[in-house]
């Protein structure tokens, strides 16, 4: 059975700033072979992205009408978030041993999507409220 997983990407965001033109190549490089692997082997990208640094964040509390908006990271760590890639696959072994390429020194999080439980009714409902906005 095919599971989408949410891969996680976090790391220190300060040697990205500081990084010259060809250490930013080499980066890019290693995901544009992960992504070419993924495919290759079966496994299916659905979505992801290269997040804006986490100085740019807006973190949102509080209930609809009385939001507090804070700017810069949720966590004062050096771990930001930095981007993400969701996969669909029936192989989760074969999709670990490909994150290799990514993790290096440092880590991938993956993590099972939950899936939702009534696609159909839910698509159903955001239709109508888009059009009854």
Do not use: K, N
């Amino acid at each position: 059975m095919s599971v989408e997983y949410a891969l996680l990407l976090p790391g220190d965001e300060r040697p990205w700033v500081e990084a010259d033109q060809a250490t930013r190549d080499a980066v890019y490089a290693r995901h544009t072979e992960f992504m070419r692997l993924l495919t290759e082997r079966g496994h299916t990208i659905t979505g992801g992205a290269e997040l804006e640094h986490s100085s740019r964040a807006r973190v949102v509390r509080g209930g609809r009408g009385s939001v507090t908006v804070t700017e810069g990271p949720y966590a004062e760590t050096v771990e930001q978030l930095t981007g993400f890639y969701l996969v669909r696959t029936d192989d989760l072994d074969d999709l670990l041993d490909l994150c290799g390429l990514l993790a290096g020194d440092e880590a991938v999080e993956v993590r099972a999507v939950v899936p939702d439980p009534e696609p159909a009714a839910t698509e159903a409902g955001a239709a109508g409220q888009a059009v009854g906005s």
